[in-house]
């Protein structure tokens, strides 16, 4: 016998667990292997309100979910931005999509950058690689309230001048008076005339007041790991210092546990954190 | 004479000199001279002898490795502020690498053969000289590293 | 004088005779009710329809890598001390589908559909107190962040709980270092103390709640004694004194953070097969993955939700590969979790000292013993910040 009584409060409470329909509005191809998605809901016109630094997770139909960072501008909630690399099946499954096909999406999740807590001081973006994506929000917020904000230094590095992302933007900031913005390639391909070295050389240099600067450092581990020495050095304090981790994801609610990182859940207690924060245990082995 | 005094002020202020005496730094700066360098122009090669060193004022300066069939590869772009050149410290007083200026360059030049000779019977000089020249060959090394890692490769989605 | 209802607090002496009248009276609410009876050598938490299905006159021996049912020599219907699977299988499904989603073909949109099936309501009679605090742990994992499963929330609030207290503690017991035991004190609708010797076979009821009150109402019984509140009051302390393991928990987080690089996790790595068992029978762990699958047309997909384990590779997987690669880091991560950082994220330890993961660790990897040789060697490493640094 099973009494299984009439019973579904679920109904009542909004399910974090279920992606809403959205349609490819655009996919761009940005470097090599990588690519920007424009999406807007499939149900009829709504913005999509985030924070600079939140993600969202995808869906492909059957194939599966990815959390990937929103990297549009939020001060345009119309248009969904992403930008990702092909990587792994759901990724590239991504990379075929074209205009009006749909894909899940659950979100917006995670923290943000402290762009609040930044204004009044210095602002120095250090990205790496594709970790200028994740960023990127959170210079378009500084840039729309420019007059916030004291200095503003974009260093970004990337392997060769091939895998500079959104690049004509890139030289767009770069022209601006009021950005500096440095870029810097580990390996020169003609007809490359600009830096060639790791990102944290364009550190000492940069022009910023170190105890009034906020850094906001998106990248891989090991980058952010000698881009924070490299601040630390020029006299940047831990609790002005913030990076945006990444770890195995599947919920991004808290519940499935995969993303625990010390103890925090990236998911939910991050991506972004104060490095003063999660220094104790941050670049140990194996956490 | 006025270039001597500027360079000695600007050697005072620079890193590279911190904590050498003033009087050895006056010393320096009497084996020092302003350099200019036009964009293209190379600073020196591989395999001339290092005689030499700069600290860069004004300008930016690719070391560079050439290949016969890719050219000139740059390895490291040094910059305002930077110091170029350690192969004069260290035997066998070669140059390991081609400088070139990528742009119009200003440098401070200074005799490294004249400091050398010097540091051999002022060791004091010479342990601060090699201090500061080793602080700048483990930056490199480490910048060095980074880049052989592929640093970038592997990033989040 | 006989009393005929009890009231929130209120105790009631229940004859063994009608203990079947509880049942009765829960089938008639409408709950499947859920109890210990015996399957495949062990005790297991199962549906039941009678006091017959219970496991009258067993117990088990219990101990590192150790499990065997016993006879007792009284015919105690809770004389066991715990199931090798807890609760956690029913409000926490092993396997859960999450949604469908739907397309007619290649070309065409696809919707969304949720679950919106009903949910058993489930009476879980048995509940021992470390089990009931880790039913109150995992609802705080599930109900109390920012987001909520609305399903745990569902099945958990729904649910309603006879606990028992237990009269014995078992050889890998250590509730009461974790301060989850042996007593219930909250969070049940009814609690059972089971008072059995040659002149009598009684339950000592206590109510919990309102709805334990009405349920009370069909089930005879008569007013608890003083003596019989004093019973109750002994067989807690006997139980607490015997305990099968002792954890030191003296300010174990810091404890456990300090020592992230201690020798001990290389020795517990050298015997861990990393097999997860401890984490499948531990009734607080919760960690879950999802599987995408389709039908052969492809226009049918689903998405399961399937209990995951961190000590699996997958499980910390970021491109490129696992940020935990090294068994000695899955442990550590296990250990760490349930001990230290679980008291950061939640407010409490995630271990309530049931004992499972001794247990059913094939090779007897005991966390008290690990905890133990940790603290007989601390090693302390306040800086660990620049470790790996070149």
Redesign the interface.
């Known amino acids: 016998?099973?009494?299984?009584?009439?019973?579904?409060?679920?109904?009542n409470?909004?399910?974090?667990?279920?992606?809403?329909?959205y349609r490819v509005q655009r996919v761009r191809k940005e470097t090599q292997d990588t690519f920007t998605l424009e999406l807007e809901p499939?149900n009829g016109q709504s913005d999509f309100h985030f924070a600079a630094g939140q993600f969202n997770m995808l869906?492909i139909?059957?194939?599966?979910?990815?959390?990937?960072?929103i990297s549009g501008d939020p001060g345009k909630p119309r248009k969904l931005v992403h930008t990702?690399?092909a990587?792994?099946v759901v990724?590239s499954a991504m990379q075929q999509l074209k205009r009006d096909d749909?894909v899940?999406v659950r979100g917006p999740f995670g923290n943000d950058w402290p762009v609040v807590e930044a204004q009044g001081k210095d602002v120095v973006i250090v990205a790496?690689?594709?970790?200028l994506a994740?960023v990127r929000p959170a210079l378009y917020h500084v840039l729309n309230h420019r007059e916030k904000y004291d200095n503003v230094v974009l260093l970004y590095?990337?392997?060769t001048p091939n895998?500079i992302l959104y690049r004509r933007e890139v030289e767009k900031w770069r022209a601006r008076l009021d950005v500096d913005v440095h870029v810097?390639v580990?390996?020169?391909i003609?007809p490359?005339?600009?830096?060639?070295?790791?990102v944290?050389?364009l550190i000492p240099?940069s022009p910023f007041d170190h105890l009034n600067a906020v850094a906001m450092i998106?990248?891989?581990e090991?980058?952010i790991?000698?881009t924070v020495?490299e601040l630390e050095r020029r006299g940047v304090l831990p609790d002005n210092i913030f990076i945006?981790m990444?770890?195995?994801m599947?919920?991004a609610?808290?519940?499935?546990?995969?993303c625990?990182w010390?103890?925090n859940?990236v998911c939910?207690d991050g991506p972004v954190f104060r490095y003063s924060e999660i220094?104790?245990?941050?670049?140990?082995?194996?956490? | 004479m006025t270039t001597v005094e500027s360079i000695e002020s600007v050697l005072e202020r620079h890193p590279f000199f911190k904590d050498i005496e003033p009087r050895l730094v006056h010393q320096m700066a009497e084996h020092a001279s302003l350099s200019s360098f036009e964009t293209g122009q190379m600073i020196f090669r591989q395999g001339e002898a290092a005689n030499q060193f700069y600290i860069i004022s004004k300008g930016?300066v690719?070391l560079e490795v050439f290949a016969p069939q890719q050219?000139a590869?740059?390895?490291?772009?040094l910059?305002?502020?930077d110091v170029l050149g350690w192969s004069w410290l260290f035997e066998p007083y070669i140059w390991h690498l081609d400088a070139r200026a990528?742009v119009e360059t200003q440098t401070i030049t200074l005799d490294g053969a004249g400091l050398r000779a010097e540091c051999d019977h002022n060791h004091e000089l010479g342990y601060h000289l090699m201090k500061h020249s080793v602080e700048i060959v483990v930056q490199r090394l480490?910048?060095a590293l980074?880049?052989v890692?592929?640093?970038?490769?592997?990033?989040?989605? | 004088m006989t009393q005929t209802t009890l009231r929130v607090n209120e105790h009631g002496l229940v004859q063994h005779a009608d203990l079947q009248h509880l049942i009765t009276a829960l089938?008639d609410k409408?709950?499947?009710?859920i109890g210990p009876t015996l399957q495949d050598s062990a005790v297991v938490y199962d549906?039941i329809?009678s006091i017959a299905d219970l496991p009258a006159g067993w117990t088990d021996e219990q101990d590192g890598g150790t499990y065997r049912l016993k006879r007792r020599d009284d015919a105690a219907l809770f004389g066991y001390t715990n199931s090798p699977q807890s609760w956690k299988k029913f409000l926490h499904p092993p396997r859960r589908r999450?949604?469908q989603?739907q397309?007619e073909d290649a070309e065409s949109?696809?919707?969304?559909m949720?679950?919106?099936?009903?949910?058993?309501?489930y009476a879980f009679l048995g509940v021992r107190a470390c089990e009931l605090n880790a039913i109150a742990i995992q609802n705080t994992?599930?109900t109390k962040?920012?987001?909520?499963?609305?399903?745990f929330?569902?099945l958990h609030?729904?649910a309603f709980i006879v606990a028992v207290n237990c009269i014995q503690a078992g050889g890998t017991c250590f509730c009461a270092s974790m301060d989850s035991g042996p007593h219930v004190h909250s969070g049940f609708d009814l609690a059972l103390t089971e008072l059995i010797d040659a002149d009598r076979h009684v339950f000592l009821v206590e109510v919990g709640s309102r709805r334990g009150a009405e349920i009370m109402e069909q089930v005879p019984f008569e007013p608890a004694q003083e003596h019989d509140l004093a019973a109750v009051r002994r067989i807690e302390s006997a139980v607490a004194d015997d305990m099968g393991r002792t954890m030191d928990t003296t300010d174990i987080k810091q404890f456990l953070?300090d020592n992230?690089n201690h020798p001990r996790w290389d020795d517990v790595a050298n015997r861990c097969l990393t097999c997860s068992n401890c984490t499948i029978v531990c009734p607080t762990c919760?960690?879950?993955?999802?599987e995408?699958?389709?039908d052969l047309t492809?226009n049918q997909?689903e998405?399961w939700?399937r209990w995951?384990s961190?000590f699996t590779l997958d499980?910390?997987?970021?491109?490129g590969g696992s940020?935990?690669?090294?068994a000695?880091?899955r442990y550590?991560?296990w250990m760490t979790?349930k001990l230290?950082?679980w008291i950061?994220?939640f407010d409490s330890s995630g271990c309530v000292g049931c004992g499972r993961c001794i247990t059913w660790c094939p090779v007897g990897i005991d966390i008290t013993e690990e905890v133990h040789a940790m603290r007989e060697s601390d090693t302390t490493s306040a800086e660990?910040?620049?470790?790996?640094?070149v």
């Open positions: 016998m099973t009494a299984t009584v009439a019973h579904s409060p679920t109904r409470l909004p399910n974090p667990m279920l992606p809403n329909p499939a869906y139909f059957g194939v599966g979910e990815v959390p990937i960072s990702t690399r990587v792994g990724t749909m899940g790496g690689g594709l970790g994740p590095g990337t392997r895998d810097t580990d390996r020169a003609h490359w005339r600009g830096n060639v070295g790791v944290t050389r240099k998106c990248g891989p090991v980058m790991r000698f020495l945006s990444e770890r195995n599947k919920c609610t808290g519940f499935c546990g995969h625990q010390g103890p859940f939910k220094k104790p245990f941050f670049g140990q082995r194996g956490l | 930016q690719a050219g590869i740059p390895l490291m772009t910059s305002d502020g990528m480490q910048a980074m880049q890692i592929d640093v970038y490769g592997l990033k989040k989605q | 089938h409408g709950y499947q009710v549906e329809d999450l949604w989603a397309r949109d696809f919707v969304f949720p679950e919106n099936g009903t949910l058993p309501r994992v599930f962040g920012p987001f909520i499963d609305p399903m929330k569902a609030d729904a953070y992230v919760f960690c879950t993955t999802v995408d699958v389709t492809g997909a998405r939700q995951d961190c499980f910390a997987y970021i491109h940020v935990r690669a090294l000695r880091d550590r991560q979790h230290a950082s950061d994220q660990i910040s620049t470790l790996n640094m």
